[in-house]
């Protein structure tokens, strides 16, 4: 069965369609990029998947269970994970506390565990804390637990966002332009790190501009153009599909 | 002698929260705690423990409006309203008003409870509102509040409130007129709130709430169920200001709706802004120094204004000196005088921005 499957999904915005009918299945264990021209409705997908909007028509399910229309937080809760385009740490909590907050949904601390610090409540924060150093580790941010995460730099940024991600132990982590702005040597590290994931056993679907990092990564790729899915494929029968090069990599001279 | 209190209390404070030794931290706390609880071998002067019994009640209800507005960073200026639930709470259910005459102690929790699903039913509707939309409604819900107390004469006496409050009890003896009892009460609520409110701070909750307060669709991707952390923030600060109503009531055994008009709200909330927004030991000392200003310099001020034959009444002029204390502030220390480390990087931040 797969892990996520988008059927009939389209969503509109007043008269702007940004998703037509769009069908995307995802098996456990994949690593999937999604890419398309700006504006192809690549992000509405994620806010899709993740609830921030609602479908106007379409089912989402994920491991077998309908999630459109659930409120984020329970869809979070339930598996899924991002990062997000442009960057959206906790600016002014430190990069641990970052991480902590992510754990959340793997916490079962009640109103009177931290009112009270019942021992329950104290033995998991040390758990929580634990792994959070872990995952810091993990995307190689151990030395900065204790900086505040607006102040660091902005590759390291993007791996703080994607060991918040990780944090609640998610089945599938959706990756919103994870490479924007990184130099040549952190997309060498972010490859490293994405494959690291997905050997931790986490299924993959990023959205990517960097054609060359999306080729070396991903095992499928799904090309969406004006909210439809093009193509769909192996990067190899990606990079000779005629549709794909006329409406995204261009046309041949 | 009454300075010497706010003294200790504040130097206390400030030089527990410049050390980062966590057993000096608490030594010094203990120490301070230690020293109020003995201070009454010392000093046999009952006004003093009358002021510092206020002064008492005006901190836990900053500890709570911190909660609400410093933890979850959700504007509340109707906070007093939570106020008068819990006085109320008590002059119904501790007076001849309907004959009912329970314990003071039951109903420090009774009326907490009350004040905290209060909380919760009148920040239900709030919960889609952010920053100016929300102040708005919350001071709404200030206003109403007091004014039901009022309009609702056949229950709560209407302008005149309830009065008679019966005086409590501790291992049956009476409080009687005395402000001491109510002292070592608000001491120990305080020491309560205190523990409460710096564990919430370091929890899966305090966590959720600085998250909302930062981004709040963030918080949602992580698994966060907004809406319950709100309505747990508005329903533990309102609990605060409950616990604070019993004592306010019981000590002065008789409630109207005019002690918790708009400027309660706007005084508790300047204590924190004058502190330090979501910083407990700033919490403290901002509403140690507005309760200074408050209950014992202006009086004093008018004492020696009638001495030297001056004809002005200082203490009609508090709301002028909130006024001017909150602009020095404003102008010269925007985070508080005792900030968080967040706080401080919070306003450096957006101040820098606005001057590029």
Redesign the interface.
């Known amino acids: 069965m797969a892990l996520l499957e988008i059927a009939e999904l389209s969503k509109r915005f007043g008269g702007l369609t940004a998703v037509q009918k769009l069908g995307l299945e995802i098996e456990p264990g994949e690593i999937v990029a999604m890419i398309g021209p700006n504006g192809a409705g690549k992000s509405t997908v994620f806010n899709l998947i ?1 609830g ?1 909007y609602a479908p106007s028509s379409g089912r989402i399910s994920f491991a077998g269970t309908r999630i459109d229309r659930r ?4 869809i ?2 339930a598996g899924i ?2 990062t ?1 385009q442009n960057i ?6 430190s990069a641990l ?1 970052n991480v ?3 754990e ?2 793997l ?1 079962h ?1 009640k ?1 009177w ?5 019942t021992p329950f ?1 104290r033995n ?2 040390k758990r929580v804390r634990a792994r959070a150093l872990d995952l810091l580790g993990l995307v190689g941010l151990d030395g900065d637990a204790q900086t ?1 995460a ?2 660091l730099p902005y590759g390291s940024q993007r791996r703080l966002e994607i060991a ?1 991600a990780l944090a ?1 132990n998610p089945k599938l982590l959706l990756l919103d332009e994870p490479a924007a702005g990184m130099n040549p040597r952190e997309k060498t590290d972010l490859l490293a790190l994405i494959r690291e994931i997905r050997a931790l056993g986490t299924t993959i679907f990023l959205i990517e501009h960097d054609m060359s990092l999306v080729m070396q990564i991903s095992e499928r790729i799904v090309v969406l153009d004006h909210g439809e899915s093009i193509a769909s494929g192996t990067p190899a029968q990606i990079r000779s599909d005629p549709a794909v090069i006329e409406a995204y990599l261009g046309a041949p001279r | 002698m009454i300075y010497l209190y706010y003294l200790v209390t504040i130097g206390t404070v400030i030089a527990a929260s410049r050390t980062e030794r966590l057993g000096l931290k608490r030594g010094l706390y203990a120490g301070l705690g230690a020293l109020l609880l003995i201070a009454p071998l010392f000093d046999r002067n009952d006004a003093d423990y009358n002021i510092l019994a206020d002064t008492g009640i005006f901190l836990l209800l900053a500890l709570g409006l911190n909660i609400v507005v410093g933890f979850a960073g959700l504007l509340d200026l109707g906070y007093a309203a939570f106020f008068a639930i819990g006085s109320y709470s008590y002059a119904m259910l501790a007076s001849p008003q309907f004959n009912v005459h329970l314990p003071f102690w039951a109903l420090l929790f009774i009326a907490a409870a009350i004040a905290a699903i209060f909380g919760i039913l009148l920040g239900a509707p709030t919960l889609r509102l952010r920053g100016d939309y929300l102040a708005i409604v919350t001071l709404g819900f200030g206003e109403i509040v007091p004014q039901v107390f009022q309009n609702l004469t056949k229950y709560t006496g209407g302008p005149s409130g309830i009065s008679g409050l019966d005086t409590p009890n501790f291992l049956g003896h009476s409080f009687g007129v005395f402000s001491l009892p109510y002292y070592y009460v608000t001491l120990g609520l305080i020491a309560l709130g205190l523990w ?1 409110a710096s ?2 701070r ?7 709430w ?2 909302i307060r ?2 709040e ?10 809406t319950t952390a709100k309505l ?1 923030a508005f329903s ?1 600060g309102a609990a605060f200001s409950g616990l604070g109503g019993v004592v306010f009531a019981s000590k002065l055994s008789v409630v109207s709706p005019d002690s918790f008009q708009f400027s309660v709200s706007i005084l508790i909330l300047a204590m924190l802004v004058l502190g330090g927004m979501g910083n407990i030991p700033g919490v403290i000392v901002g509403s140690l120094i507005l309760t200074l200003v408050n209950s014992v310099l202006l009086p004093q001020a008018n004492t020696i204004a009638a001495a030297i034959h001056l004809n002005v009444d200082f203490t009609n002029v508090h709301l002028f000196i909130y006024g001017a204390i909150l602009v020095g502030i404003m102008l010269f220390k925007p985070e508080g005088l005792l900030p968080s480390r ?1 706080r401080r ?2 306003l450096r ?1 957006a101040l820098g921005k606005s001057e590029a």
């Open positions: 993740t921030v409120p984020t937080y329970r979070a809760s994970a991002r997000f959206r740490l906790f600016a002014f909590m506390d902590m907050t992510g959340h949904p916490m601390a109103l565990d931290s009112l009270l610090h409540g998991e924060e505040f607006g102040s918040r609640g | 409460l564990n919430v370091n929890s899966r909750l305090g966590r959720a600085v998250a930062e981004d669709l963030a918080a949602r991707h992580m698994g966060i169920n907004t747990a533990l967040k990087a919070e931040t």
